[in-house]
């Protein structure tokens, strides 16, 4: 199984297949190759690290939370209640 988190808008199958992750073909049948290459890929350790636009945005959001916070006064109330990043991923995830 292949958990892919921050990924929004109906997209997961074309970024599992854009990384070769995606074992199903147009009928919805497995295509044992493609499993073969994905165990192959995670025993070696080499599963390409998975960046799509949704998962960038929520690293932008968290970074920019973590700075926020670090302000003076601001940082200190921001922090009690969640912040911006709360704010983002509550209402915008």
Known sequence: MIQMDGETGGDKEKVLEKYNFWFLDRNDRCKPDKVSRGVRQMSEGTVPRVMTMSKNREQ??????????????????????????????????
């Open 60 to 93: 932008f959001w968290l970074k920019l939370g973590e700075f926020l916070n670090q302000i003076p006064v601001f940082g200190h109330y921001s922090s009690i209640y969640g912040g911006l990043t709360s704010l983002y991923l509550q209402f915008f995830e």
